[in-house]
């Protein structure tokens, strides 16, 4: 690839910019459409169910993006995205508890969990939540803080491969038992849910729904431009070469923690924006968003997808999620162990996962 | 040494207090290194070792395993930090208490004992982010290469010659082609000091040549100091060369000299 291209021809060639439309042409005009416009009953209406389930599917695309930027490109596997991903989600939860307004179990003003604690007033984590703005900045400013801080610590001491994983896998448990208690003012074990709705929309109407789903497609193909930007910009290709020759690129005046931070920022930033477009469409958001296992089964997606590819990454996760919807509900005792086999196989098997298939099936 | 103005208060300036081309090498001396001592684990590698580089020279340094000329280079380019003793990138820069990526940007460019490249980038990609420029996120985040740059780049091609070999990934050169290109990199970087480990490990005669040729013809517009092993190589290129030994300088002169220097060669040639 020729450096001194412009933009767009850096991004893509002509060919995969056919697809990318192709995509964005299904994804974000023809499924709403057949969601909203057929009448009801007819053999070619997508059933109402199927749109808040593909949106959640373009939630944790992103988080694949996420995941496969700082993985698969700057070779540092994170176990502990969820945490990103729950503040973001628990940023989004705060506004829409704040708009039940008064129409909760209790009448009252306060959100129902802290009536049930006898709480008098609001606490001060949760000012300012009633404003959509505040909390939709709070879903990215959160996370991104939160990993400013813990990357500045962990790659100024210079701590990296499993040690750094083993670090991110304690994050997510140490949060969890945070959010599980009730003191901490977050709903406890229950966690925030009984929505009503969103900037006035009635949360369950199928329109919002149709509008949540487009939200979240719009914000996965933007997210997927923005990573695509990053690691083929100058920036990206310093990240591919601290992977590997760190010792070479400081010789050559970059300070890689820098470069580290900023990556490990941004994908943070994204998960936590996933979270905040996943909690209206899922109706809830507690600590079991916490729990490592699923951060490692984020990790999955990006391995089973393909690493260091983007679009590898984010198939994964529709994939494997579509799996596990089905799975889940045909063999619910099965799927772990599937889940658990699919990894295997796809390390042995298939390191650069599906889409380093596709590309040795071309060659 | 009075030359010597310690200058604490610039160190804590931090990353971009120090700048390429900014060397002050007024007094002829471009690296001075005073009483260094670095100790691991009680193996002293380094040993009071006090050595003088003037401006624009070619200095070899030699001498058996475990010298200490790796620690010297380690110490000089920020990634070892002395125990004792004081190293000056001319009269005012002080590299012990800089980072590596600092001390890079100050001019002082490095190539390692074993190749290190990009294997996952092509040659180009390799020598354009090896190239001379700002190096912080925000300006690598938006850079473009001007055309100047990829002349630039296309010229160091050349040089090292590479040209063929511009789009293929670094990874799949020959062991000598990256010797190369990662003389290739430092040029571009255009460092005042080059510290060049082994270049010719690995390489054939022809390509050995040829690396002779362009270190003598880096010297004095680059000050060049070449760790070798290679006897006859460095008695191609030698102008002056330092003999290490157990941490400290056991001779240092014209290479005939220390050719027939009786210590040198029973602790270099075990005679």
Request: net charge neutral; with cysteine; glycine share 10%.
């Given at each position: 690839?020729?450096?001194?291209?412009?933009?767009?021809?850096?991004?893509?060639?002509?060919?995969?910019?056919?697809?990318?439309a192709g995509?964005?042409?299904?994804?974000?005009v023809?499924?709403?459409?057949?969601?909203?416009?057929?009448?009801?009953?007819?053999?070619?209406?997508?059933?109402?169910?199927?749109?808040?389930?593909?949106?959640?599917?373009a939630?944790?695309?992103?988080?694949?993006?996420?995941?496969?930027?700082?993985?698969?490109?700057?070779g540092?596997?994170?176990?502990?995205?969820?945490?990103?991903f729950?503040?973001?989600?628990?940023?989004?939860?705060?506004?829409?508890?704040?708009?039940?307004?008064?129409e909760?179990?209790?009448?009252?003003?306060?959100?129902?969990f802290?009536?049930?604690?006898?709480?008098?007033?609001?606490?001060?984590?949760w000012?300012g939540?009633?404003?959509?703005?505040?909390?939709?900045?709070?879903?990215?400013?959160?996370?991104?803080?939160?990993?400013?801080?813990?990357?500045?610590?962990?790659?100024?001491?210079r701590?990296?491969g499993?040690y750094?994983?083993?670090i991110?896998?304690?994050?997510?448990?140490?949060l969890?038992l945070l959010?599980f208690?009730?003191?901490?003012?977050?709903?406890?074990?229950n966690?925030?849910?009984?929505?009503?709705?969103?900037?006035?929309f009635?949360?369950?109407?199928?329109?919002?729904?149709?509008?949540l789903y487009?939200?979240?497609?719009?914000?996965?193909?933007?997210?997927?431009?923005?990573c695509?930007?990053?690691?083929?910009?100058?920036?990206g290709?310093?990240?591919?070469?601290i992977?590997d020759?760190?010792?070479?690129?400081?010789?050559?005046?970059y300070?890689?923690?820098?470069?580290?931070?900023?990556?490990w920022?941004?994908?943070?930033?994204?998960?936590g924006?996933?979270g905040a477009?996943?909690t209206?469409q899922?109706?809830?958001?507690?600590?079991?968003?916490?729990?490592?296992?699923?951060?490692?089964?984020?990790?999955?997606?990006?391995?089973?997808?393909?690493?260091?590819?983007?679009?590898?990454?984010?198939?994964?996760?529709?994939?494997?999620?579509?799996?596990?919807?089905?799975?889940?509900?045909a063999?619910?005792?099965?799927?772990?162990?599937?889940?658990?086999?699919?990894?295997?196989?796809?390390?042995l098997?298939?390191?650069?996962?599906?889409?380093?298939?596709?590309?040795?099936?071309r060659? | 040494?009075?030359?010597?103005?310690?200058?604490?208060?610039?160190?804590?300036?931090?990353?971009?207090?120090?700048?390429t081309?900014?060397?002050?090498?007024?007094q002829?001396?471009i690296?001075?290194?005073?009483?260094?001592t670095?100790?691991?684990d009680?193996?002293?590698?380094?040993?009071?070792?006090?050595?003088?580089?003037?401006?624009?020279?070619?200095?070899c340094?030699?001498?058996?395993?475990?010298?200490?000329?790796?620690?010297?280079?380690?110490?000089?380019?920020?990634?070892?930090?002395?125990?004792?003793?004081?190293?000056?990138?001319?009269?005012?820069i002080?590299?012990?208490?800089?980072?590596?990526a600092?001390?890079?940007?100050?001019?002082?460019?490095?190539?390692?004992?074993?190749?290190?490249?990009?294997?996952?980038?092509?040659?180009?990609?390799?020598?354009?982010?090896a190239?001379?420029?700002?190096?912080?996120?925000?300006?690598t985040?938006?850079?473009?290469?001007?055309?100047?740059?990829?002349?630039?780049?296309?010229a160091t091609?050349a040089?090292?010659?590479?040209?063929?070999e511009?789009?293929?990934?670094?990874?799949?050169?020959?062991?000598?082609?990256?010797?190369?290109?990662?003389?290739?990199?430092?040029?571009?970087?255009?460092p005042q000091?080059?510290?060049?480990?082994?270049?010719?490990?690995?390489m054939?005669?022809?390509?050995?040549?040829?690396?002779?040729?362009?270190l003598?013809?880096?010297?004095?517009?680059?000050?060049?100091?070449?760790?070798?092993?290679?006897?006859?190589?460095?008695?191609?290129?030698?102008?002056k060369?330092?003999?290490?030994?157990?941490?400290?300088?056991l001779a240092?002169?014209p290479?005939?000299?220390?050719?027939?220097?009786?210590?040198v060669?029973?602790?270099?040639?075990?005679?």
């Amino acid at each position: 690839m020729d450096p001194t291209l412009p933009v767009w021809a850096r991004l893509h060639a002509r060919r995969e910019w056919v697809v990318f439309a192709g995509v964005a042409f299904v994804t974000l005009v023809l499924v709403p459409a057949l969601a909203a416009l057929p009448s009801e009953g007819s053999p070619i209406r997508l059933p109402g169910h199927l749109i808040p389930l593909f949106g959640k599917f373009a939630c944790y695309a992103i988080v694949a993006l996420a995941v496969d930027l700082i993985w698969g490109y700057a070779g540092i596997l994170s176990l502990g995205h969820g945490v990103f991903f729950a503040l973001g989600g628990y940023a989004m939860g705060m506004y829409l508890m704040r708009s039940i307004g008064a129409e909760g179990v209790y009448r009252s003003e306060l959100p129902d969990f802290m009536v049930f604690l006898d709480w008098k007033e609001l606490p001060i984590t949760w000012w300012g939540f009633q404003h959509f703005a505040y909390a939709a900045s709070m879903a990215l400013v959160i996370p991104g803080g939160l990993a400013l801080a813990f990357g500045w610590f962990a790659f100024r001491s210079r701590i990296r491969g499993v040690y750094f994983s083993i670090i991110t896998q304690a994050l997510t448990y140490a949060l969890m038992l945070l959010f599980f208690r009730n003191d901490t003012g977050f709903g406890g074990n229950n966690g925030l849910t009984d929505f009503k709705r969103i900037l006035g929309f009635p949360i369950h109407d199928p329109s919002t729904r149709i509008g949540l789903y487009v939200v979240s497609v719009a914000a996965l193909l933007g997210a997927y431009l923005l990573c695509r930007y990053l690691v083929v910009s100058r920036l990206g290709r310093v990240l591919a070469a601290i992977r590997d020759a760190e010792s070479r690129v400081m010789f050559c005046g970059y300070d890689p923690a820098a470069y580290k931070l900023f990556f490990w920022t941004v994908s943070a930033m994204l998960c936590g924006l996933a979270g905040a477009l996943y909690t209206p469409q899922v109706g809830i958001i507690n600590p079991s968003e916490l729990q490592p296992a699923n951060s490692v089964e984020m990790a999955i997606w990006v391995a089973v997808g393909g690493r260091g590819t983007l679009f590898g990454a984010a198939l994964g996760a529709v994939a494997v999620n579509w799996a596990k919807s089905w799975l889940t509900v045909a063999f619910p005792d099965l799927w772990l162990y599937l889940l658990g086999a699919l990894f295997i196989a796809v390390t042995l098997f298939f390191p650069e996962g599906f889409a380093g298939l596709a590309r040795w099936k071309r060659s | 040494m009075e030359a010597l103005v310690t200058p604490e208060a610039s160190a804590a300036r931090g990353m971009h207090a120090v700048e390429t081309g900014v060397v002050d090498t007024r007094q002829g001396v471009i690296l001075y290194v005073e009483g260094l001592t670095v100790s691991f684990d009680g193996f002293r590698a380094l040993d009071d070792l006090s050595l003088y580089l003037d401006d624009g020279e070619l200095r070899c340094l030699i001498g058996p395993n475990g010298a200490g000329k790796t620690t010297l280079m380690d110490v000089i380019t920020g990634k070892t930090r002395p125990d004792a003793g004081k190293v000056f990138f001319g009269n005012t820069i002080d590299l012990t208490v800089l980072s590596e990526a600092q001390i890079a940007i100050a001019g002082i460019g490095r190539k390692f004992q074993r190749p290190t490249v990009f294997v996952g980038h092509s040659v180009f990609e390799n020598l354009e982010l090896a190239l001379r420029g700002d190096k912080r996120v925000r300006s690598t985040l938006f850079a473009r290469l001007s055309g100047e740059e990829k002349d630039r780049i296309d010229a160091t091609l050349a040089t090292i010659g590479l040209a063929g070999e511009r789009e293929l990934r670094a990874g799949l050169l020959s062991h000598g082609q990256k010797q190369w290109l990662e003389i290739g990199m430092l040029l571009v970087q255009e460092p005042q000091l080059l510290l060049v480990d082994e270049p010719v490990a690995g390489m054939t005669h022809r390509e050995s040549d040829r690396t002779a040729e362009l270190l003598i013809s880096l010297a004095g517009e680059h000050t060049v100091v070449v760790v070798e092993h290679d006897m006859e190589f460095v008695r191609k290129i030698a102008r002056k060369v330092t003999v290490l030994h157990e941490g400290r300088i056991l001779a240092e002169g014209p290479m005939d000299a220390i050719q027939n220097d009786p210590r040198v060669l029973e602790v270099y040639l075990g005679a």
